[in-house]
């Protein structure tokens, strides 16, 4: 995906990290995120964020972290973000937790 969305839609030249990164996030419908924008990648200390190669791994790094934070409440992502009210998918909810400014 991060192929065809860097070279694909940008009429002049390649697009950005960010922009690719939000254009999965959107077309996953959430599921896979974040858009690591500048203030995402210093919370992750994810700069090194600017491939595929190195998107999948920040991925990988966010789903540990997941999975350890699921672990410790004994609940998903999933299942608190319905009780809130506000099912989204984990990709998003990450979004948005780090993400807005």
Known sequence: MWQVFEDGLYVEGKASGVGVTK???LVTKGRLG????????AKLNAHYVTCPKTYLKAVVAVA???AAFEGRGQRTIEDLAVEAGR???VGRVVDMVLGPR
Not at 34 to 41: E, I
């Open 23 to 25: 254009a999965i996030l």
């Open 64 to 66: 540990s972290e997941l």
């Open 87 to 89: 099912p989204a998918e």
């Open 34 to 41: 974040s858009a690591f924008a500048c203030n995402v990648k």
